[in-house]
């Protein structure tokens, strides 16, 4: 797909046979201008992104904790077969899993909810985005330390909430338990994401033409009836964007893990677990292996959302 | 043609990409060795120091004017300094010329070779008075830093809850401890222990200190464990954790508080005793803008099986990196820090207790150290927790202790299966 | 399109709750930076403090008295000269990158030249990278070219690690674009940077305003790479600097959650500026 504009450049619409033809001329001058608009792109990410990316993968090719003492030997896939067989990293993954499958629902849900109502400007908007975007705000250490004042097992927001409304007889430690815990740092990681998730449903939102709607208001359609049959379609680009980021965002889940249970083992997910093996243990080829594990997985993932997108924009 | 030479172009652009980033070797390198001292070599270097905490200004404006050189000291957070000197050091990169050493960084690091030893760097008698408190930054023979911040495990009571309770001294012994606590329970201290039990170093910092207090220790000379047998200290010592949680002595949310919230239910005067605190804490504790039981924060010994027992050193360190630039005036600084005049008023006005012997000795006579006497006699007891000198895996250990230890208390496992798995990586651990 | 009272009212159900939601956590943080670490230490807890002070302002601004190692130490000027750097870096840095990305999304979208899939796809593969995998290299690189403890390092760095996805994003946007003004513009003799400049630019003003927001909001909360290529407080971020707070034994809870309510502050502010020009479709786009 794309723009074929050179193809309408030919009124006579045929093949033309002369090399300087307008046609070539045209599309040269695309190509050239495209090279230089994309120039700055691909430098700085080759610099900086892809050339630490290859010399970090290279890395991981080689024996455990190079940094401790001795020359580097290379063990090629060694190292990834090592990682997958640990119960810790597996565990890890497991849990990764379950947090992307609960944020992104919750994420994609209350985003639509929060970008619909949001997306008309009306009078006042201003600052219900800024109150929106203040969780996003927030530094995460920040963060951490309020929710563990709602979480704290003694004297914690929700204990204390809970108690008064006889929920429960005496004081969880909710960060303790398997499930609870996941659910918690879940909800704690898309209270902070789903400002960005509602921003770019938002700019979706916006970009849709107005004809639709009113067209169909004439022919009578519910709001309701409205959003689900129209908007909702034709909002897919956005909401596969929205969708994509999201889970990119939660297989890569580690700050609030962090924050709110440390390495506890309940609770790992994937970076935590590069996180322990690489800065805990100095293990950079381990740590590295499985941070290209999580970085195939995440490839995976956004596959899936690439393709969605291609079939939605047909 | 031109379409097809800028394709050629941008594969060739992409390919140098690749192969530059496939074969490029090492960093920059520092220079090695130190030269024989003399002010006209480091007058007028710049050097960085990179410590979690900060050093008042003045003190460096005497140095530079003693020396010449200017110190550029870089704060990085307490969770962060790890994290930093790992990468810096992994890629062989210059990040300053002094750093904190952390006892518990000193294996890793050692076997890595990150650090200069400064055993025959440092003037001999410094090196002497730092011995003891050096013990633990020592691996191999070479003492890789000279200690700062002399941190080691100290019990703290509240002295008001013991009078209400009737209690009228600290146990000495564990047997002791038992009725004590019994006590506090009767006079309405719900929990009366505070000890941490999360996933953290924190958390399995206790446990080290009850092994040793329990008059074990975690590994022999080999580095085999030992603390497997249900008779031996390091078993018991978990037990005990696992009956204090059961008995109600520790409130059941411990098992996700770190070293930071179980203070914090201490000053709060929610919990009498903290088992295993620190100097430091005592200062905080009795602080009536930070602690609402000032000044009723006591130090006491650790309690042991016959008398007051063994507890650990967890001392920082100035350390010098092999990447550091200027070796010399890295030198010059530790030895000017380490001069009785500056310690005593890095003391006073930052908190850091020192390591020189002869100059703890003395502050602790003239009374210039707060909890005094107490201070200072736990020093008698104080070990490192690695007499044969600490592992460089000691992080990986410590680590798999934090999850196992963590799951044992919990309850998700018993105590005798998690200290079998725990030895069973230190074994994997120390074979490799 | 009639907007009942029904619509009306769900609406402002909506905003209800999202005040709430992010509103409560956050008035808890206000509140503790309101208290004393008595308020905050006491068992059983307590939200509001009995007497609010603004000391933890203060000891954040003008620095704390003592300066207790292993504790929280504020330095006079400091936390300020942080949010300093933090806007300039942001500011820096979203403008190189929205320089890059735009350009660079609008000509994958809307350009054919060699290599276009390919270099389109090696770019944007790089966003699901976790910068786990390239801080090592990246240190070393930035050391080489003497550029840590610089703003201009983190700026470059934030650029090449930002710049695959505000592309991306850009890119998703132009396609939905209706191509026909350009065309237009093209058969009227304008070359295509022209097109680009003056008739696709002002038709995504509103998308670049979303994006604006949305990469400024990232690069003011980045941890990790100011981390390390950070040493001293000339070019600390204000992220860096808050974790210092948290100190070995203890925390000084007041004035931490005062710098967390104090570096919220400017991101709002971003947000309340490009409000405007995230515009509804009543008022028309452009």
Known sequence: MGLDIHKRETPTGGASSSPCSRVDVAAREASRVGMLMVAPAVIITAVLVIYPLIKGFRRSLESGDAAIGGQPRFVGLGNYAEVLSSATARDAIGHTLIYVALAVTLELTLGLIIAVALHRFFRGRGIVLAILILPWALPSVVSGVLWRRVFDPEGGLLNSMLAQLHVVSHPHVWMASRGWALVFITLVHVWGVVPLISLILVAGLQSLPEEVFSASAVDGATPLRQFRHITLPLLRPSIVVALSIGTVGALKIFDEIYVLNGTALNTRSILMEVYNTTFVNADFAHGTALAFLLTALTALFAAVCAVAFGRSRT | MKRARCGVLSMVVCAAVLVIAACDGGYGEGRSGFAPRGKVLIEGQEINVLLPYKVPGRLLDEFTRETGVKVNVNVTSWDAVHSKLIVANTAKTYVADVTELDWSFTGQFAAAGWYEPLEKVLDPVLITDLSQADAALTVGGHTYGACYSNDYRLSLYNGRMFRAAGVSEFPKTFAELGPVVAKLKASGVRYPLGIPMAATEGGVTPWYLLTLAMGGELFDKDYKPLFTDPGSAGYRALQFEVDALKNGWVSPGSVTLDNGPVFDQFAAGSSAILFASSPGNLSTANDPKESSIAPEAQPALVPGVRGPGTTFGLPEGLAIPVTAKHKDAARAFIEWWMQPATLRVLYKEAGMLPCRSSVLTSMAHSGEIEGGTVVGDELAHVVPLFGQGAPKWYGQFSSTAQGLLNAAVKGDVSVGAALTQLAAKATELAGS | ?286
Not at chain 3, 49 to 72: K, Q, V
Request: contains cysteine; glycine residues 8%.
């Open chain 3, 1 to 286: 399109m009639t907007r009942g009272p029904a619509t009306q009212l769900v609406r402002a159900g909506v905003i209800a709750a999202i005040a709430l939601w992010s509103l409560v956590p956050i008035g808890l943080g206000v509140a503790t930076s309101l208290s004393t670490q008595a308020d905050v230490r006491a068992v059983p807890a307590r939200w509001l403090p009995h007497h609010p002070t603004l000391d933890a302002y203060r000891s954040l601004l003008d620095g704390t008295g003592d300066s207790r190692a292993g504790g929280t130490v504020s330095e006079s000027g400091a936390f300020a000269h942080a949010i300093g750097n933090s806007t300039s870096i942001t500011l820096m840095s979203t403008l190189a990158i929205l320089c890059v990305a735009i350009s660079a999304g609008y000509a994958f979208a809307r350009l054919r030249f060699p290599g276009r899939s390919a270099l389109f796809w090696a770019i944007v593969a790089t966003i699901v990278v976790p910068v786990f995998t390239v801080v090592i290299a990246l240190f070393g690189l930035m050391a080489d070219a003497h550029l840590i403890d610089r703003k201009v390092g983190l700026v470059l760095v934030f650029a090449g690690t930002t710049t695959p996805l505000a592309m991306w994003l850009v890119h998703n946007h132009v396609k939905q674009l209706p191509p026909e003004p350009e065309e237009a513009a093209l058969i009227d003799g304008c070359t295509r940077w022209q097109a680009f400049w003056h008739v696709a630019l002002p038709q995504m003003r509103s998308g670049i305003a979303a994006l604006s927001a949305i990469v400024m909001l990232s690069i003011w909360g980045e941890f990790l790479i100011p981390l390390l290529l950070t040493s001293t407080n000339a070019s600390k971020p204000v992220a860096v600097l808050i974790p210092e707070y948290v100190g070995k034994y203890t925390t000084n809870y007041p004035l931490l959650a005062a710098a967390g309510v104090l570096a919220m502050l400017p991101p709002a502010l971003v947000v309340l500026v490009l409000n405007r020009h995230i515009r509804g479709m009543i008022s028309g786009s452009s």
